[in-house]
């Protein structure tokens, strides 16, 4: 099982940029998704994550309002929307997939990374001043 996460890239303060995250090898449609950065020298960190169903979504407070989490079950993908970049947004960006099947859970499990069994290998977003 691989999660295959795309779209980052070098880009100015302001703009945007929409990651993708394509698991190959099995299904995640039905199973919570997440996004966690890690920037240079700092612990891997939440970003934001979607239920099972997509019907709840969860983020970190320093994306709220300008990052968007969603997915498209019958293309087995998930999409963060990332709007107004600021610098402090400069990291590898990780998508991450629960094994269980669908399982709701309380705020703070969406957002711990002991949940998620299964990671991509990352995708650099850079913002420059």
């Known amino acids: 099982v691989q999660l295959q996460a795309s779209g980052g890239g070098q880009v100015q303060a302001g703009d945007s940029l929409r990651l993708a995250c394509a698991p190959s090898?099995?299904?995640?449609?039905?199973?919570?998704m997440g996004w966690f950065r890690q920037a240079p020298g700092k612990e891997r960190e939440f970003v934001a994550a979607?239920?099972?169903?997509?019907?709840?979504?969860y983020y970190t407070d320093s994306v709220k309002g300008r990052f968007t989490i969603s997915r498209d079950s019958a293309k087995n993908t998930v999409y963060l929307q990332m709007n107004s970049l600021k610098p402090e947004d400069t990291a590898v960006y990780y998508c991450?997939?629960?094994?269980?099947?669908?399982?709701?859970?309380?705020?703070?499990?969406?957002?711990?990374?002991?949940?998620?069994?299964?990671w991509g290998q990352g995708t650099q977003v850079t913002v420059s001043s």
């Open positions: 090898g099995r299904t995640f449609s039905e199973n919570v």
């Open positions: 979607i239920s099972w169903s997509g019907g709840m979504t």
């Open positions: 991450a997939a629960d094994e269980r099947r669908r399982t709701t859970y309380t705020e703070s499990y969406y957002k711990s990374k002991s949940l998620y069994e299964f």
